[in-house]
């Protein structure tokens, strides 16, 4: 190898090298993702694109502050990834303000909090058990230790959120802030109705859109920065990129996220992950992006419809996004025994497949049991399968929770479609 030639950024040799241990890991990490199928509603396989920046020497620059206005020497090149990826965000969104810095979703929602409340102050959100996040108050949460949270839910008749107890409890209990978003709830949610909720009481509302920010970049779905003051987001969930956090705002509370997200709650920021974010929102501004948006929710809704077939019955009905969850108290297995979440979740495992167990609304089982699972179609609608693929699918996990004594057929089936729909294809 020619010694002055400039190292530029991942060289796994090298690592297999230096230390084999870690180098395996990676090998074995690949090979489960490609080995199976990926249904967590939250992951998605980035691109190499983002890999190699997310692997760049940018991981060794400190740069606290913000372009332009840095705490170190030697910024001017990393000020060049920021600026790109907060343009970016801004076009992609159409947003006035973006702040691409947040470690995290949760980080970004600290950071939220943070510019609009103090300590002690009252916010209203969707409860953990209905669909709703940690950072929405949780008691296991710094937000549920430091906030006074009121708690919406999910109607019992049609699982849809009850937006007259929102404003109920809005009128009630006059949160400062409002929050909407969630992790596990499957349909749209009507921004219209709690914007106008929030300027009935005169509060902020903040949508947590870590989950479909990636749709709406898309535009499979609408658009929650119309209506939200601020916008907290993910960045490696249906949107492709590494992973990260961001916040989206109105010019007015620009000044407020900056300072929230630094100095308040973060040091200094991950340039070679702020640099892969601008790569991913360069990618999601293409329009073939647009196609895998809606593919994502084409997709998600022909599982649904699949799996309610083989007898697991879909929360609110179906979906809209790219996730649906399934109440499985219907199901019973080839013994005609109930199968819980937890259980339906390992036997899919054993097959290759990989969702999780969760709680559904009104769920009688605690979170480690649960009644429900959910699955999602970012991972495998990147791998280029669609409505076909996903009516296999259906069968394949109906086949695997229902016939656990079943696995070697099941993990063929499995194996059929990883094979024709590889993740991470080496190209030619
Ligand atoms: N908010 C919502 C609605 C989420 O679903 C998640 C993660 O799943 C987060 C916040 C937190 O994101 P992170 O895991 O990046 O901290």
């Not at 919406?152 to 400062?176: C, N, Q």
Request: aromatic residues 8%.
């Amino acid at each position: 190898m020619d010694k002055t030639e400039p190292f530029y950024g991942p060289d796994f040799s090298q690592l297999v090298r230096q230390d084999p241990d870690v180098a395996q890991v990676l090998l074995d990490e690949l090979a489960r993702a490609r080995g199976g199928l990926q249904l967590i509603a939250s992951e998605n396989f980035t691109s190499p694109a983002v890999i190699a920046a997310l692997g760049s020497t940018l991981t060794n620059k400190y740069a606290e502050g913000y372009p332009g206005r840095r705490y170190y020497g030697g910024c001017e090149v990393v000020d060049r990834a920021e600026r790109l990826a907060i343009d970016r965000a801004k076009l992609l969104f159409k947003a006035d303000h973006a702040n691409v810095q947040p470690h995290s979703g949760a980080s970004a929602n600290l950071a939220a909090y943070a510019a609009l409340l103090q300590p002690g102050d009252t916010m209203l959100a969707m409860a953990l058990e209905h669909g709703g996040h940690l950072t929405h108050g949780s008691k296991v949460n710094f937000s549920g230790r430091w906030f006074d949270v009121v708690s919406y839910g999910v109607r019992r008749d049609t699982e849809l959120i009850d937006y007259d107890e929102v404003r109920e409890l809005a009128i009630r209990h006059r949160p400062k802030l409002i929050i909407c978003g969630a992790t596990s709830y499957p349909r749209l949610i009507d921004y219209s109705v709690f914007r106008g909720i929030a300027d009935e009481i005169g509060a902020w509302l903040l949508v947590d859109a870590a989950h479909t920010i990636g749709l709406m970049a898309g535009e499979a779905i609408p658009s929650a920065v119309p209506y939200a003051d601020v916008v907290t987001f993910t960045t490696h969930k249906a949107l492709r990129g590494p992973r990260g956090g961001g916040v989206l705002c109105t010019e007015e509370l620009a000044q407020r996220i900056d300072h929230a997200v630094f100095p308040f709650t973060q040091g200094g920021p991950l340039m070679h992950a702020v640099a892969a974010k601008a790569v991913a929102f360069g990618e999601a501004l293409r329009p073939e992006y647009r196609d895998y948006a809606a593919s994502v929710v084409e997709n998600a809704v022909t599982l649904a419809e699949g799996l309610a077939a083989e007898g697991m019955r879909p929360v609110s009905g179906g979906t809209d996004t790219h996730l649906a969850l399934f109440d499985l108290r219907g199901l019973t297995d080839f013994q005609g025994l109930p199968v819980s979440g937890a259980e339906a979740e390992r036997r899919c495992a054993q097959a290759g497949i990989t969702l999780n167990r969760n709680v559904i609304p009104y769920d009688p089982e605690p979170p480690t049991v649960t009644s429900g699972i959910r699955v999602g179609t970012p991972c495998v609608t990147t791998q280029g399968m669609g409505v076909a693929e996903m009516k296999e699918i259906a069968s394949i996990v109906a086949q695997a929770v229902r016939k656990p004594g079943a696995i070697a057929s099941v993990s063929d089936r499995v194996m059929g479609l990883t094979a024709t729909h590889p993740a991470y294809r080496r190209e030619e």
